[in-house]
């Protein structure tokens, strides 16, 4: 499943964001890519130990953690620490790759991660730059994607993607991996949907029709026979 989710970041935050990283410095972003995807990226990140980067990551996680449907869409079960990148100048592009499935976590000895879900949080606004849109192929093709700032797009880490080169201005983003209490993307998108049209349902019925208890009941069921916690 590919979503959009908008408006995840305040403008408060976003323009905080904005702030600390005009002024941040840069590093090579293949320092935490696999060995395929080394070849493909030519971009800058925040290095890790950089100061200012636990108050970025703090901002998007407390921003993730308010934000209703990215929780019923990702169901997640342990976020990796968000990251942040530039395309610009010459470092610019990122070609077809898959992001590993698995990632460490950063100072917990040995602890992995899976990456069931991709999340690019875009910071910069459409017209801040040309190109760099993320690119992602499935099944219905290649979905090019190039979102206002403080919204997000959420896809499978299945999924071969790669960002276009920015030839004018500069893209920034944050991006960042989910594992999931539910595994599967069919699984996923079923809870999801259901989800949405049950609180659709809960707006033009109320809480208290004996139909939406039964169908939240199982929702609820189908969650407990798929989610691991
Ligand atoms: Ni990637």
Redesign the pocket.
């Known amino acids: 499943m590919l979503l959009h989710v908008a408006q995840v970041l305040t403008p408060q935050e976003l323009a905080g964001m904005r702030e600390t990283l005009a002024g941040a410095s840069w590093g090579d972003g293949r320092a935490t890519s696999g060995a395929q995807?080394a070849h493909a990226k030519n971009n800058e990140q925040l290095a890790q130990g950089r100061p200012e980067l636990p108050g970025l990551q703090q901002t998007v996680l407390t921003a993730l953690n308010r934000h209703a449907t990215f929780f019923s869409a990702a169901l997640p079960r342990r976020i990796l620490p968000p990251m942040f990148n530039r395309y610009a100048g010459a470092a610019n592009a990122?070609g077809n790759?898959?992001?590993n499935a698995i990632r460490y976590l950063p100072g917990r000895q040995g602890e992995r991660v899976r990456t069931d879900i991709?999340c690019t949080l875009f910071l910069a606004e459409p017209d801040e730059y040309d190109g760099g849109e993320l690119v992602i192929e499935d099944t219905y093709g290649a979905q090019r994607v190039k979102l206002p700032a403080g919204d997000m797009v959420i896809y499978p880490g299945t999924s071969v993607?790669r960002v276009e080169p920015v030839t004018r201005g500069a893209r920034l983003a944050s991006?960042f991996w989910v594992e999931s209490m539910v595994r599967s993307d069919e699984q996923r998108s079923l809870l999801f949907a259901m989800d949405m049209h049950l609180m659709r349902l809960r707006e033009t019925v109320g809480e208290t029709e004996a139909a939406v208890i039964g169908l939240t009941g199982t929702y609820h069921n189908l969650l407990r026979l798929w989610a691991d916690v």
């Open positions: 995807s990122f790759h898959i992001d991709s993607h991006f």
